[in-house]
């Protein structure tokens, strides 16, 4: 899809008069939290303000999130009709959702499904994976598959069956298999950004309107590594 940039170095990967999607830049929060920093909702409204000329408040729902430290696809919703039914639609996942990760220590497997029980600890924002129930967790699975190997790293593409907290991250690090720069999943280090090496790659839905196919492909950041992929 044709990528359109503005003043504000916002990548917009689709958009049209329900719904706008977006390529969230490591650092980037999707919505307001306690840090009081600009959330990208805020910069994608003034962003239609001025295109559009729209006089007022601007409406933007915020359909799903990225972790702050992630990059990739993040679709918000223009009118209230489109949120309604987008929020049903990841309620009921009715979506696909395909991530890259690069991370340290090659799975033993080229490709394999991943069940966990996920346990999280509101204090340190953190969710740890467990082979078996324990009290207070939640099932998460995901299917990941090896698409490159680097001198160092391991590239995979993974596709989600639920969207727990911090899903991807705890569950590759609980295989031995921690993303690149997580440090608070197992990571020996920080990347220099501040970020970690997973990226909301590609998003299939129904388009909560006109009911089209719609998929995306989000291009990844411009860093060594990624482009190496």
Not at 23 to 43: A, F, H, M, W, Y
Not at 87 to 116: C, D, G, I, M
Not at 149 to 166: D, K, S, V
């Amino acid at each position: 899809m044709k990528i359109v940039s503005d003043k504000t170095n916002l990548q917009v990967l689709y958009e049209d008069n329900h719904i706008i999607v977006v390529n969230k830049r490591v650092g980037d929060i999707v919505q307001g939290d306690k840090t009081g920093d600009k959330p990208l909702s805020e910069v994608v409204k003034e962003y239609i303000k001025d295109k559009y000329n729209k006089p007022g408040e601007v409406f933007l729902g915020v359909v799903h999130r990225l972790d702050r430290p992630t990059t990739g696809i993040v679709l918000f919703a223009r009118t209230s009709k489109a949120l309604t039914r987008l929020n049903e639609l990841f309620k009921n996942r009715e979506t696909k959702k395909t991530y890259w990760a690069v991370v340290k220590n090659k799975p033993s497997q080229r490709s394999a499904t991943l069940v966990h029980y996920l346990k999280r600890n509101e204090k340190s924002n953190t969710s740890k994976a467990h082979t078996k129930e324990v009290p207070d967790s939640k099932q998460a699975s995901l299917d990941y598959t090896i698409i490159k190997e680097l001198n160092n790293y391991t590239a995979l593409e993974i596709n989600l069956h639920t969207g727990r907290h911090h899903q991807i991250r705890s569950q590759l690090s609980a295989i031995g298999s921690p993303i690149k720069g997580d440090l608070k999943y197992g990571f020996d280090r920080s990347n220099p950004d501040g970020g970690i090496h997973l990226h909301a790659r590609k998003l299939k839905f129904i388009h909560p309107v006109s009911k089209e196919n719609i998929e995306i492909t989000a291009p990844v950041p411009d860093d060594v590594i990624w482009k190496a992929i």
